[in-house]
C-alpha cells in the first residue's frame, strides 16, 4: 500500500469515528432535552385536565342548585295547594290560586334552566375522558423514552469509549502537516466537521464547492488540502479516479 492511499485511509477512518463520536454525544445530550419537554407536556395536560374537572364540578354544581329551587317551589306549591283547601273566603281563595298559577309558571321555566344547566354539565363531562387520555398518553411516552434511553446509555458510553480509543489510535498515524492543520481544526469547529470526503469526483463532501483541479492533485500528491470554501481537510475517496479535464 502506498503511502498516499495510508493516509487516505487513516483520514477516512478518522472521519468516520468523529461522525460517530458525534451522533453519539448528541444522543446523550438529547436524551435529558427531549425527557425535559415531555415533562413540560405532562404537566400542560395535568394542568388542562385540573381545569375541565373544575369546570365540570362548577357545572355539576349548578345543576344541583337548579334542581334544590325547584324542589324548593315544589314544597311552596304543595303548601299553597294545602291553603288553598283551608282558605277561609273567596277572596283568599282567588288570591292563592292566582298564586299557584303563578308558582305553576315558575316551575315550568325553573324545570327548563335545569334541564339545560344539567345538559350542559353532561355534554361537557364528555372532556374529562379525553383529557386524562392524553394525559396517560404523555406519561406513557415519557416512560417508554426514560426506560429506553436508560437502557442504551451504557451502550452509548461504552461506545464512546472504545471510538475514542480507536480514534485517537488513527490520529498518532497522522503525518505532522496534516496533524497540524487536523488538530487546528478540531479545536476550531469541531472533530465531525474537520473533514471532509470529496464527492462525485470534485465536490467537498462538507459543503459542495467544487474543488479546483489542481488541489485534487495535490491530494494525489499527498498534501494536506483544505477546503477553500468550508476550511475542511479533503480526502479522496478509494475509488477516485483523476480526470483531468
Ligand atoms: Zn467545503
Do not use: W
Not at 383529557?131 to 406513557?140: D, F, I, V
Not at 488513527?170 to 470526503?197: Q, T
Request: hydrophobic share 40%.
Amino acid at each position: 500500500m502506498s503511502n498516499s492511499n495510508t493516509i487516505r485511509d487513516i483520514l477516512e477512518q478518522i472521519h468516520f469515528l468523529q461522525i460517530q463520536l458525534n451522533d453519539l454525544n448528541e444522543s446523550l445530550r438529547r436524551a435529558p432535552l427531549v425527557l425535559k419537554a415531555q415533562e413540560v407536556n405532562i404537566q400542560k395536560q395535568l394542568a388542562n385536565l385540573n381545569l375541565i374537572n373544575e369546570t365540570y364540578q362548577k357545572l355539576g354544581a349548578d345543576a344541583k342548585r337548579k334542581e334544590l329551587e325547584v324542589v324548593a317551589n315544589d314544597q311552596a306549591l304543595d303548601k299553597r295547594r294545602t291553603q288553598l283547601q283551608e282558605a277561609k273566603s273567596n277572596k283568599e281563595f282567588q288570591a292563592l290560586q292566582l298564586q299557584i298559577k303563578a308558582d305553576e309558571a315558575a316551575r315550568s321555566v325553573l324545570m327548563d334552566e335545569a334541564l339545560e344547566v344539567i345538559e350542559k354539565a353532561d355534554q361537557y363531562a364528555l372532556n374529562v375522558p379525553v383529557a386524562e387520555t392524553e394525559l396517560k398518553k404523555a406519561r406513557e411516552l415519557h416512560e417508554t423514552t426514560k426506560k429506553k434511553f436508560l437502557e442504551e446509555k451504557p451502550e452509548i458510553e461504552a461506545k464512546i469509549i472504545l471510538f475514542k480509543q480507536l480514534l485517537e489510535a488513527e490520529e498518532v498515524k497522522l503525518p505532522r502537516d496534516f496533524s497540524e492543520i487536523y488538530n487546528r481544526l478540531v479545536r476550531s469547529v469541531g472533530g465531525n466537521e474537520a473533514l471532509a470526503i470529496v464527492e462525485n469526483q470534485k465536490y467537498c463532501g462538507g459543503c459542495n464547492h467544487q474543488i479546483p483541479i489542481n488541489s485534487l492533485a495535490q491530494i494525489l500528491q499527498k498534501k494536506p488540502i483544505t477546503c477553500s470554501s468550508c476550511a475542511r481537510l479533503l480526502y479522496l475517496p478509494q475509488d477516485f479516479v483523476f480526470d483531468k479535464g
